[in-house]
């Protein structure tokens, strides 16, 4: 099956800072999203991203389906952007395969 | 527009019993999908339901079962509740085949 890997598992920055966070999969996919998970559990949809770039506020997206990676793009951080970020693929099956994860701490 | 809706919120039980857990999808989908969420780890799929089937499955044991209403609700039935089974268990709902939304969850814990 598809594998899906984030990185960097860990971040911690300041306030106001930016950050770029990873997601490679294995192989290749027709649906791929981005959620924020909050301190409570809930999954908060970002980015629906199957291919191409969106922009969202501060947040962006880039999927690169023919490169099997994507990327989201955090600006000025805020302390309520802290949490952890998982990126979620589908593969011409109805599941989604979620990474580990990118545990998220911004410092005021 | 209400979103995905779960319940109950939070849950104890004992080991060997069974437990049913509850979900309303977003209005306009018709496709409901079961996730395991164990402390620190991504969300697992567990199966996913669509015109009242289960229309595909993850490695979970057959404990795991599920059902789906005409008006595209879901529950999640789990029996023989082991001490491992204790988790988040978040819902989704998307139209077929796209952008998925999940529930609040239900945590579940088994003593």
């Known amino acids: 099956g598809i594998q899906v890997e984030q990185s960097p598992p860990d971040l911690i920055l300041q306030e106001g800072a930016n950050s770029t966070l990873r997601c490679n999969f294995s192989d290749s996919v027709n649906n791929l999203q981005w959620f924020h998970q909050n301190p409570?559990?809930?999954?908060?949809?970002?980015?629906?991203?199957?291919?191409?770039?969106?922009?969202?506020?501060?947040?962006?997206?880039?999927?690169?389906?023919?490169?099997?990676?994507?990327?989201?793009?955090?600006?000025?951080?805020?302390?309520?952007?802290?949490?952890?970020?998982?990126?979620?693929?589908?593969?011409?099956?109805?599941?989604?395969?979620?990474?580990t994860g990118t545990r998220l701490k911004v410092l005021a | 527009d209400a979103g995905v809706t779960q319940s109950p919120t939070h849950l104890i039980k004992t080991r060997g019993q069974q437990v049913t857990?509850?979900?309303?999808?977003?209005?306009?989908?018709?496709?409901?999908?079961?996730?395991?969420?164990?402390?620190?780890?991504?969300?697992?799929?567990?199966?996913?339901?669509?015109?009242?089937?289960?229309?595909?499955?993850?490695?979970?044991?057959?404990?795991?079962?599920?059902?789906?209403?005409?008006?595209y609700s879901s529950e999640l039935n789990v029996n023989a509740l082991l001490l491992g089974d204790s988790a988040l268990y978040l819902c989704a709902s998307s139209p077929l085949g796209y952008e998925q939304y999940f529930g609040p969850g239900t945590r579940l814990t088994v003593t």
Request: glycine residues 10%; hydrophobic residues 30%; contains cysteine.
């Open chain 1, 40 to 99: 409570w559990g809930q999954l908060i949809n970002l980015f629906y991203i199957p291919s191409g770039t969106k922009q969202n506020g501060r947040l962006s997206a880039t999927t690169v389906a023919t490169e099997r990676y994507s990327l989201l793009y955090i600006s000025s951080s805020q302390t309520t952007d802290s949490g952890v970020y998982f990126c979620a693929v589908g593969a011409g099956t109805y599941k989604y395969i979620f990474g």
């Open chain 2, 21 to 71: 857990l509850r979900c309303s999808p977003k209005s306009g989908h018709d496709t409901v999908s079961w996730y395991q969420q164990a402390l620190g780890q991504g969300p697992q799929f567990i199966f996913q339901y669509y015109e009242e089937e289960e229309r595909q499955r993850g490695n979970f044991p057959d404990r795991f079962s599920g059902h789906q209403f005409p008006n």
